[in-house]
């Protein structure tokens, strides 16, 4: 396997980037839904509130960072053939999926950034930069770009559903390997 994508298979940057985001986006749901459910000025597992969203804040724009080199190494390579198990049905809803997946990584945060910073809540990256606050508090916007986070992350869950399960669907049901191609 080489370190970019070919008729062979998907490359080990590939894989990487994957993986990465798999991690990144399982954490923001974890963190995110963490914060949300204990409120603000409390604690879980012993963390407080400001620390979750400072992480949650951190790692989504470490995702971006990820998602923009992810799409470079996507546009600077090819994709090897589809799967010769899938069907040409499966193949139309995963290219679908994966458009969605592609503008979820930027989308996501983005808006979340947007969100934090017509809050003039601001972002304290991994609890040791102060990031500056380049835009001026607007509860409006504000709102707008919480509502577009929350709405994304929303599509997001239901793409990544239909994902794990066609994965599972080929890998547990029909025995065929599909998920080796990603390992």
């Known amino acids: 396997m080489g370190l970019r994508n070919s008729n062979e298979g998907y490359g080990s940057l590939t894989k990487l980037f994957h993986w990465l985001i798999v991690i990144l986006f399982a954490a923001q749901y974890l963190g995110g839904n963490i914060m949300v459910a204990i409120g603000f000025n409390s604690s879980f597992a012993g ?3 400001n620390t979750y969203y400072n992480w949650h804040k ?3 724009l470490v995702a971006l960072i990820v ?10 390579g ?9 069907s040409t049905l499966e193949q139309k809803l995963i290219h679908r999926v994966e458009q969605v997946f592609y503008a979820a990584m930027l989308i996501m945060p983005i808006t979340g950034w947007l969100y934090v910073m017509y809050g003039h809540y601001g972002v304290n990256l991994f609890g040791f930069w102060e990031m500056p606050r380049p835009l001026p508090r607007n509860d409006t916007l504000r709102d707008v770009f919480k509502w577009a986070h929350i709405g994304a992350g929303w ?17 547990v049901f029909k025995k065929d390997g599909l998920l080796k191609r990603m390992m």
């Open 47 to 49: 963390i407080e509130t």
């Open 58 to 60: 951190s790692l989504g």
């Open 67 to 76: 998602a923009i080199a992810r799409i470079i190494n996507r546009q600077m």
């Open 78 to 86: 090819q994709l090897p053939p589809w799967a010769p198990t899938l």
């Open 155 to 171: 599509v997001l869950l239901a793409a990544m559903a239909f994902h794990i399960g066609l994965v599972l669907r080929h890998q």
